[in-house]
């Protein structure tokens, strides 16, 4: 029983904190410490293992028969990790930055 606690408790602990620890790699700040190729591409893959591990998690608890405050938090995760996916690789970049009208752009 002591390690099904301890699988549910690592569990929980990526499910709490894959998703801010994702989002911490994507803050403009260390985004532009990291310009050599070496370290972009090093930050790329931490955040994406972090990604991968978080996002299966938290679809594991979000069908998983468990009370609604977890499925929540699987949810909040959920979003967050699309968020960090969104601040790093621009995904869903075309459907909220607008060019400039006036520019070569804008004259399609």
């Known amino acids: 029983m002591e390690s099904l606690a ?10 709490l904190f894959s998703a801010p620890f994702a989002l911490l790699f994507t803050i403009p700040r ?6 050599s190729a070496l ?3 090093l930050r790329r893959f931490v955040m994406a293992l972090s990604g991968a591990f978080g996002f ?9 028969r468990i009370p609604f ?9 959920i979003a967050l990790h699309l968020w960090a996916i969104n601040r790093e690789y621009g995904l869903f970049a075309s459907f909220t930055k607008r060019g400039d009208a006036n520019g070569p752009a804008g004259q399609r």
Request: no cysteine; hydrophobic share 70%; aromatic share 14%.
């Open 56 to 64: 299966t998690v938290s679809i594991f608890f979000l069908f998983a």
């Open 30 to 35: 260390i985004r532009t410490a990291s310009q």
């Open 6 to 15: 301890l699988v549910i408790s690592i569990l929980l602990l990526i499910l």
């Open 69 to 77: 405050g977890l499925r929540a938090v699987a949810l909040i995760s």
């Open 39 to 41: 370290w972009l591409y």
